[in-house]
């Protein structure tokens, strides 16, 4: 299996189950069937965005517009996580009639601080230009989706949770809608009493705001053969809520320690109220080391004496885990719309890395999104509008901009950071080019004898039974496994699955490989690395309240 001690995860990654995601209209299976103006696939902010504002634009024209949200989650923001630092500026464009204070964010940025992290110290460093944050909002993107669902619906919008979208309708080269998950289904994938048949969707327009690595969208990109430059890469960012003694007067993040030099990644801390802090660690996926295990790396980062005084006396309240796309302008799709459909969000890659921004964003290609299926079901104008409208805009000038700066950090820790430092003053004129990327599946991963894998049961950190627990998991243990595991898994590719995904779902004993699917929290890091995540009976997963 391994050279050099080192294996490839792609090698044991099944293929994308491209033949089960795309399904012609009207093909046997499904119960109910529903036909809509549009269908938006997701309720974050992105397609709660588009949502919004294609209801006022219906309005305004005086027409009447079908429009329905589908989300997985049981309730609103239940499977929405993110830092959070808004900026406000597409939410001005979406509601220009509120000011800021009409936005539920929980408070201005006034202080912030950078610093480099070592084993036992730290160094403060400048707050790097991209990542100022003056004039932003700390929030929970939990509230913010909530909020923009009751937006939504004063509009007339229909919002459908717990239903999940699992397949894509076509006819032809045309998307024409989605195939919902089927429900009450027994551990061998036999329907069991109260079972229900999945529905389907018909739209004119599909709108896929699917969030991070989203299914369907990979699914339209590889059946309708749209490339990107470089592949996407992804980074997992595992977060808690914190309940503290003692307050925080400021946002702060971290480089450096816990993380080893050959990994991109740092850390966040957010005051959310007087005593209630934000905090994560963020590690790109193309690690090196098959030992890296970033919820224990976590639980390190919080014995650090940066955080030991904040957090002594304190409690986790709530725990969270998903990834992130951090590929850039290069990892966009060469396009972001076909027939009948439209990526929006993080499923379309849009975040900025250099700046650790990404809700804003997404909401403002919603917006984008909105205005071009307007267009197409007034006027019968292309979807490719959006993308005219994007390519023009200040997303694609943002992620343009700053288009190397993740990238560079494939060299590692110090070199990346010169070469950062470098775009950063020269507006990413220097260094020039194309960096090229392999996807994180790609990256070779080196065995190492150091199992960072160990305990973290400690008093100020929690093993990763409890944070699922923490996350509001009560997903049925007898639900059938919604993850494709390869064909005859070695054991070291198999521990690099238990050591990467930080709900505990795979675990290597003494009876060999074993797949707990109900703990998964659908962060979609076993999809990047591993196993292929697929949407399961709606309502499953983590239940997150202020995340």
């Known amino acids: 299996m391994a050279k050099n001690d080192q294996f490839v995860p792609a090698r044991y990654q099944p293929p994308l189950p491209l033949d089960n995601l795309i399904v012609q209209d009207g093909a046997a299976g499904a ?32 027409t009447e517009l079908n429009i329905g949200v589908l989300e997985k989650a049981e309730a609103l923001g239940e499977h929405s996580l993110s830092g959070a630092v808004v900026n406000p500026r597409a939410l001005r464009e979406l509601f220009p009639e509120l000011g800021d204070s009409d936005f539920p964010f929980r408070a201005p940025v006034t202080k912030e601080a950078v610093y480099l992290l070592t084993k036992g110290g730290k160094i403060r460093l400048p707050t790097p230009p991209t990542m100022h944050n003056r004039g932003y909002y700390v929030a929970s993107l939990c509230e913010i989706v909530r909020w923009l669902g009751t937006k939504a619906e004063e509009l007339g919008v229909n919002i459908f949770t717990g239903f999940p979208a699992a397949q894509l309708l076509v006819r032809d080269r045309a998307v024409a809608g989605v195939r919902t998950a089927p429900a009450g289904l027994g551990r061998d994938g036999r329907p069991s009493a109260g079972a229900m048949a999945p529905n389907d969707i018909v739209a004119r327009v599909t709108a896929l705001a699917e969030g991070t690595r989203g299914l369907l969208a990979q699914a339209w990109c590889q059946w309708q053969r749209v490339p990107s430059e470089n592949p996407q890469i992804f980074a997992l960012g595992v977060k808690e809520l914190w309940e503290t003694k003692r307050p925080l007067d400021r946002v702060i993040h971290t480089l450096g320690w816990p993380l080893p030099t050959d990994a991109f990644g740092g850390s966040f801390v957010y005051p959310l109220e007087p005593n209630l802090v934000a905090l994560g660690l963020v590690v790109g996926l193309d690690y090196r080391d098959a030992g890296l295990d970033v919820h224990v790396l976590l639980q390190e980062f919080k014995r650090h004496p940066l955080l030991a005084a904040l957090l002594e006396s304190g409690e986790v309240v709530e725990w969270g885990a998903k990834t992130i796309p951090e590929g850039g302008f290069y990892s966009l799709p060469q396009r972001r719309a076909g027939d009948g459909v439209v990526l929006l969000g993080d499923t379309a890659g849009f975040v900025d ?195």
């Open 353 to 547: 890395v250099p700046s650790l921004k990404g809700i804003h964003y997404a909401i403002q290609s919603g917006i984008y999104a909105a205005r071009a299926i307007h267009q197409n079901l007034k006027n019968a104008e292309s979807l490719s509008r959006y993308d005219d409208i994007l390519n023009k805009s200040y997303v694609a000038t943002d992620l343009y901009r700053t288009r190397n700066m993740r990238l560079a950090f494939r060299d590692g820790f110090y070199w990346g950071g010169i070469q950062a430092a470098l775009m950063t003053i020269t507006g990413g004129r220097f260094p020039n080019g194309k960096y090229r990327m392999h996807s994180d599946a790609e990256v070779g991963r080196r065995l190492s004898p150091d199992v960072r894998a160990r305990s973290a049961e400690r008093s100020d950190g929690i093993s990763k039974v409890d944070a699922v627990f923490k996350s509001g998991n009560s997903t049925r243990d007898t639900i059938p496994s919604h993850l494709i595991v390869g064909p005859d898994v070695p054991g070291d590719v198999a521990r690099f699955y238990a050591r990467m995904c930080p709900a505990g779902v795979y675990e290597v004993g003494e009876n060999g490989f074993r797949v707990n699917a109900p703990n998964c929290v659908d962060c979609k890091a076993t999809d990047v690395l591993g196993p292929r995540w697929t949407p399961r009976e709606g309502g499953s997963g983590p239940k997150y309240k202020r995340m």
């Open 31 to 62: 119960g109910d069937r529903m036909e809509l103006d549009v269908v938006i696939v997701g309720a974050g902010p992105a397609g709660l965005a588009c949502a919004i504002e294609l209801a006022k634009l219906a309005k305004a024209d005086r």
